[in-house]
């Protein structure tokens, strides 16, 4: 059984910048070509971003606005259902604003984990 955990983000966008975009390409056993809908496990905090997601290269619907009044795990957000190239997901993840009541930087985010699940 995989489990998330809401403390144990994978990366942080630590640029100066708050637009810039950031590509995450994280080595797997290769897949099958069966496609997968992928649900996305976050965190939310006061000073992160609102995100945009492109798996494949193909955007994603589903957009997450990550601020949170407290750090806590985010709601599962399903990015959709997509098909594996060369065995693999490339998932790119893009700030694209932030809540007005977020404070600070506004450009962090955490990524808890992706869970991938046959349609």
Not at 79 to 86: D, I, S
Request: contains cysteine; charged residues 20%.
């Amino acid at each position: 059984m995989f489990s998330c955990s809401p403390d144990n983000d994978l990366f942080r966008i630590t640029s100066a910048s708050p637009l810039e975009v950031r590509q995450w390409d994280k080595p797997q056993s290769a897949l099958d070509a069966a496609p997968r809908n992928l649900v996305l496990y976050a965190t939310q905090a006061p000073d992160y971003a609102t995100l945009h997601f492109v798996v494949n290269g193909q955007a994603a619907e589903a957009t997450l606005d990550s601020y949170g009044k407290a750090v806590q795990p985010a709601p599962p957000l399903r990015l959709g259902v997509f098909t594996p190239r060369e065995g693999k997901f490339k998932l790119r993840t893009e700030v694209i604003g932030a809540n007005p009541q977020a404070n600070g930087a506004k450009y962090f985010f955490g990524l808890d984990c992706v869970i991938m699940e046959r349609p």
